[in-house]
Structure formats: C-alpha cells, structure tokens
C-alpha cells in the first residue's frame, strides 16, 4: 500500500515514525511518501494561498500550485481523497473498502481551503473523521492512514483485525491482563478457568454489553434485548454472590462466637 501525502506541513507527520507504522514501513508493507506543495509554488517566496475571489476571511490555496504538486505524483490507479469537513466521515466499513487500494493519494488541506476547481479536476472522494473543523488535514489523514495500515495484510495478526471494534458491527470485548486482583477488583473468573468454549461466550456477551452501554444505536432492537438480558442476569449474579457472601460471613461469626463461649 502506498501513501502519497500533499501537504504543506510534512514535518506535522512525524508521529507516523513510530510503533505499528513505522515497523510496516520498515517491512516495505506499505510506503509513505510526503509531498511539500510549497515546493511547487514559482513565488520567490513560495507563496501558495491568495486572497478568495468575491472577498472574505482567510485566504486559499491556489489550484495550479495544488495541480503541479498532483502531477509529480499522478497515477491512472491511485485514489485521490481530499481530507475536509464537508466529506463523508470515515467509519470501519470505509476504512476496509480503502485498504483494497494500492495507491491512496492524500490532499490535506489548509487555511480558508482549496481552489473548487482543482478538486473537481483531480479528487475522487472527500472524507473527514468528524463534525468539527481542524486547522488543516493533516490530523486527519495520519488518522486515515493508521486505520487503513491496520488493514493490510501483514501489518497485524488477522486474529487481531478480526476481534477489534467495529469489525462485526459492535464494539469489542472488555481486556484484563495480570495483577488478576487490582484495587478490590478480580479479572472475571471465566478468563481464567481455561473452557475456551466459555470464554468465547463471555467475550461475545461483554462485546454485546460494551455496544449496548456505550453506542446502543449500532444493535439492532434484537441485539438491545439479548444486551439488557445479560445485564439483568450479571446484576442476579452479583446479588446473589453477595447474598451468599453475607450469610457465609454471618454463618462464620455464630461457630466463631459458638467456640469462644465458655
């Protein structure tokens, strides 16, 4: 997979150089290619932005600066994304349907915008990662290309891929690791009996759980009541547990007091 990213900050992708990234990188499992459009502003003072025709604030990228940048990049096959508000915002399914790509060509853009007509002429599809507007694309592209790494083969287990968020239209199961007691609170005792058949109900069922506490209008009305029937019977449990804790602690205090009379 290949990333070319035009910008006029490359150095803000420098986060892009560590962990998951950098070592698919390092695996030439994909290659990121940073692109400075002031580098193809013929201002002496590399100027890439003018005032907006018709006035108001701001000012906005000029579209042959933006065109040349593109062209020392054009490829028939590459996908041409413009990060910006006004796209469609990148959800799981997108960022799958993008990681069949093998070449993404990232504009980011800045200030006011960029001229309409360079985008009509070069960009296939417009995304953004949220209603809210930032100082300019390149958060949003480092976002894009670290989701859609994650699915290229190679980059992560498929395992890995396969149980995260999202992926099966609910949220993933809760993760416990070792001390198995921190702060009064034990890891779930099923995680640690080794009845992996049990297992993979517990984690389907917490998967099922976290969706419905947290994004309840990803389920389905059916999916609601399977969640709020788990929950009614966790709460029966954990009655019960404490119920039964109670009476043995009261059932050991009368042999404890039975024992110290005289």
């Known amino acids: ?110 200030y006011e915008g960029i001229d309409q007509r360079v985008l009509d002429e070069i960009v296939d599809e417009e995304i953004s990662i949220g209603d809210y507007v930032l100082t300019g694309g390149e ?14 083969e190679g980059v992560l287990s498929e395992d890995s891929v396969k149980e995260e968020s999202f992926s099966k239209g609910t949220l993933e199961y809760s993760q416990y690791t070792r001390p198995e007691e921190f702060l009064g609170r034990r890891v779930p005792e099923v995680l640690t009996s080794g009845n992996h058949k049990n297992i993979d109900e ?14 309840p209008e990803l389920l389905s009305e059916e999916e609601i009541k399977k969640a709020k029937k788990i929950i009614s ?10 119920i039964d804790g109670y009476h043995k602690i009261n059932r050991t205090r009368t042999i404890e007091e039975q024992n110290s009379r005289p």
């Open 1 to 110: 997979m290949k990333f070319d990213i035009l910008t006029l900050f490359p150095e803000m992708f420098e986060p892009l150089k560590h962990s998951i990234i950098q070592r698919a990188e390092s695996k030439n499992l994909i290659n990121i290619n940073l692109i400075n459009i002031r580098d193809f502003s013929k201002d002496k003072h590399k100027k890439v932005d003018d005032t907006p025709y018709g006035g108001g604030a701001g000012m906005v990228v000029r579209a042959d600066v933006v065109y040349d940048a593109y062209k020392s990049v054009q490829d028939e096959k590459a996908k041409v994304i413009y990060l910006s508000p006004q796209g469609k915002t990148l959800n799981q399914a997108k960022v799958q349907e993008l990681a069949k790509q093998e070449h993404l060509i990232l504009l980011c853009g800045h």
């Open 139 to 152: 958060l949003p592209a480092m976002v894009l290309i670290d989701s859609v790494s994650r699915y290229v």
């Open 202 to 215: 517990w984690r389907k069922n917490s998967s099922l759980v976290n969706t419905f506490t947290k994004r």
């Open 233 to 242: 019977e966790e709460m029966w449990n954990l009655r019960k547990e404490n």
